[in-house]
């Protein structure tokens, strides 16, 4: 999977490796900041992501949706907002079927209702991005929370600070609207209810960890069987364990499965994905260059047994596996649930690579760190990626080149005249269904826009028409054109916009 951000990585590992021999010194601060440096609480380190979003947000290129699976969560985010689960169905319904919307029996997300929530938030603070900067900030902050459980409050901190520099700022969880703040946010709590429930049995940390597996269910319910089963195995293993402690856990799983189940939001069994893609997802997006050299060493000492937090390890382990074997794509949002597991593997790989090869080990956290400015020159279109072959899905680290963005154009220029518009998109045999740019809001007939697809019946078309003949009325070519034309059975109109 070519992408410039791996080539800089590479470089900067050799850039790092290059400065720790230079300065010997510079290794020795590292080992005893990681060791015994300053441990930050868990709301200070929300608090830095947090405000690194409001400092980035000026240069930061507005968030647009480009992927079938955001414009359903925007449509889960506004039908929240509105204070409804979700919308009556449209007499006119045929025009408005989409990926991941549902027009019968009721109009809404057919996606799980997590993601929507994060982005009714935001919409309700006035754009809906916000609920995802609030997410991610709370992630970071969770995942060092998380992290004291198993490890030093050093080497947690650590940890959480590195998730604020690749996963926190410039990432898809924080900068699209695909979501993954929160599953990653639910797997934080769940992994650190479980290692505090190991030591001590209290009803804070099982309420806690009811909460993670409850958040995990509504956001990613394939992927809470496996590491909710492997958190619920941690609890049942330990010394400590009492039916009080257990009981609510094992209810909320075997229910909110279930719940999933009946609701569809179980990944179909024929949308099978590519295991490499899936794997080149999952190393571009957590992992990258400098970290795989702690991972491979983890692996390692894992199998002479010399790991000193395996069982977070062992969950990340299975989702890692269950995500591989899943049928859904293995998008970003996918893996965000292992998220903490692999941190308390890549940071004992660290702490194990600290001790054999320190000027390796310091070389790694230090590219791994420097990556950022290359992540946020992606983020503000300073870096350009290469385009991808028309006809194939775009991935999320391009999701900029999405031919869906052409859809951003034509609402500029539309509000440009002022008034009310319909646009009906007609598309060739053989246009790919996952480019799909009839998306509306959760009132339809209220929007200043409203997105129709063009039906073969031509009386289905003229019935549209009628319904909204106090609109303007335009035809979209997508396969074409990026130019919107009046369309004919709309009447006389003006010049179209172009781009």
Sequence with gaps: MSHPLLLIEFELLLLALVLVRIHPGLVERVRRWFANGPALPW?????????????????????MPGLPEEFSNLLAADTLAQGRLSNPPHPLRAHFEAPFVSQSPNYGSTLPPGDGLVFALGQLTGNPIAGAWIATA?????????????????????????????????????NTFQGGA???????????????LREHARPSDTAVMVAGLVMLMLTRPYEAIWLG???????????????????????CFPAGLTLAFFKGWL?????????????????????????????????????????????????????????????GPGSPAAWAPLTAGLFVVLMDGCRLLLE???????????????????????????????????????????AELNPLRRRAGVIRELRKLGGNHVVLVRYNQGHPSWEEYVYNGANIDAGDIIWARELPDPLANVSLVQAYAGRRIWLWR???????????????QPEPPRR
């Design 138 to 174: 709370l992630f970071c902050g969770a995942l060092r929370w998380a992290l004291a459980a198993w490890m030093p409050a050093s080497s947690a901190t650590a940890a959480a600070l590195l998730a604020v520099l690749r996963s926190g700022i410039f990432s898809p969880w924080a």
């Design 267 to 327: 990944p179909p069994v024929e949308a099978h994905a590519g295991a490499l893609e899936k794997l080149g997802t999952f190393w571009m997006l957590l992992v990258g260059p400098a970290l795989t050299i702690p991972l491979f060493v983890f692996a390692f000492a894992s199998s002479r047994g010399r790991f000193a937090y395996g069982l977070p390890g062992l969950g990340a382990a299975l989702v890692f596996a269950g995500v591989m074997i899943s049928p």
């Design 182 to 196: 929160l599953a990653a946010l639910a797997g934080c709590l769940l992994w650190g209810a479980a290692g505090r």
């Design 356 to 398: 054999q090869r320190p000027r390796l080990a310091v070389a790694c956290l230090l590219a791994s760190a420097a990556v950022v400015p290359a992540r946020a020159a992606v983020w503000l279109g300073w870096l350009e990626i290469e385009p991808y072959p028309p006809g194939k899905a775009v991935p999320w680290h391009a």
């Design 43 to 63: 709301y200070a380190i929300t608090g830095i992501a947090l405000a690194a979003h409001l400092l980035a947000w000026p240069v930061l290129r507005p968030a």
């Design 229 to 251: 089963a492997a958190a619920i195995s941690v609890v049942a293993l330990s010394k400590r364990l009492t039916i009080g402690i257990l009981a609510p856990v094992t209810f």
């Design 478 to 492: 997508v396969d074409e054109s990026d130019v919107i034309e009046p369309h004919p059975l709309g009447g006389f």
